[in-house]
Nanobody
Framework: QVQLVESGGGLVQTGGSLRLSCAASGRTLSNYNMAWFHQAPGEERKFIAGIDWSGSITYYGDSVKGRFTMSRDNAKNTVYLQMNSLKPEDTGVYYC??????????????????WGQGTQVTVSS
């Protein structure tokens, strides 16, 4: 079992930046595909970004392309989400998710087995 803990959320103005972190314990993340999901109030959880086990492949949802960057440091057992040019519609809870696999991960919540508790991001207009 791997435990995931997100951090780095908070309140930011439109156009600002935040960096989210997801730290893992219990297992090494080097065998896991990882992803970030966003859940806005009253909406379903949506795929934001994914990264393969090695960190060499990243892919993004259309709403964040060019603004968000996902990365990982397997030595630190941590993945990151750098969020720039934030908009009010980016407000919500951000979840880190993982699946033990070396096949590129999917974009659906059901493609991932492990989840963090989420971190709140609020972007004020």
């Amino acid at each position: 079992q791997v435990q995931l803990v997100e951090s780095g959320g908070g309140l930011v103005q439109t156009g600002g930046s935040l960096r989210l972190s997801c730290a893992a314990s219990g297992r090494t993340l080097s065998n896991y595909n990882m992803a970030w999901f966003h859940q806005a109030p009253g909406e379903e959880r949506k795929f934001i970004a994914g990264i393969d086990w090695s960190g060499s492949i990243t892919y993004y949802g259309d709403s964040v392309k060019g603004r968000f960057t996902m990365s990982r440091d397997n030595a630190k057992n941590t993945v990151y989400l750098q969020m720039n040019s934030l908009k009010p519609e980016d407000t919500g809870v951000y979840y880190c998710a993982g699946k033990r696999s070396r096949i590129l991960g999917g974009r659906a919540p059901t493609d991932y087995d492990y989840w963090g508790q989420g971190t709140q991001v609020t972007v004020s207009s």
